[in-house]
């Protein structure tokens, strides 16, 4: 069965993703080999919804986005993977909030891993996970420059055998 | 992009994703692919089993796909009509930029 990457997207917003290949510069396969056996493998998450700490960690910057539609918010948040569902919130303009605020894990499954780790099936989830807003300058050269080197860090910080990315 | 650059930085990456065709012109090293509405990579709310089948199938390509490219996409039917989830998905107020889009074409 193969995926179709379009159904649920605006006919109109199709050629903004079909057919452009790939960023500049980006052509060639990078390849780091998953070396150790799962069970033995620390794995972290990384969200783009936007999601935050309610109580404890600033919105990404909404406001802005509204007066410049072409900008989002390069920052990122470290999300503690034992939070509790009802003190993260959602910042991000481009989908409905109301599933991923009703059951974060469908954008950072965080208790599902800890289970599969309490199961066996990996080694252990790092005790934080990353949360981005997807929504970027077309550049990404915010990401890239000041957002990239902090994610790489606090994943190496972790000790992370890998990463699961998923955005929203 | 973001998957391109750690894998560099050398952290094994696998990205979920509702475009698996996107993900592949922009040459992400390793792909899962689900054919679910936006803002929901892992299904749908409160269905664990759903979600524990997105999250093992992308643990299963994390750590055995053996070349840059792989591909594995789910073949899970999202489970609420299109005409309603493709509605549902999508913010009650439009983004800064569709906006921004949609005045232009009423100018044009």
Redesign the interface.
Known sequence: MIVDSYRFLPRSFRPFYEGKGSFPGEETPVWAPFEKRLQASRIALLSSAGLYLKASQRSFDLVREQDNPEWGDPSWRSIPAGVAAADIAVAHLHINDEDVLADPEIAMPAHLLDQLAAEGVIGSATADHLSVMGYQDRSLQAWREQTLPDLVAKLRDQQADGLILAPV | ??????????????????????AE???A?RIV??????????????D?AM??R???L???V????SA??TRV???IEWPVP?RD??K??????A???V??LLATLGRA
């Open positions: 992009m973001l998957a391109r650059w750690i894998e560099a930085a050398g952290i094994p990456t696998v990205i979920v994703t509702m475009m698996p065709a996107v012109e922009r040459r090293p692919g689900v054919e679910f509405p936006f803002g929901h990579p892992f299904g749908m709310p409160g664990k979600q524990r997105v999250l093992e992308a643990l299963s994390l750590a055995g796909a840059f490219g996409d789910l073949d299109l989830a493709y549902a998905w999508q913010p009650k107020e983004s800064p930029i906006k921004k």
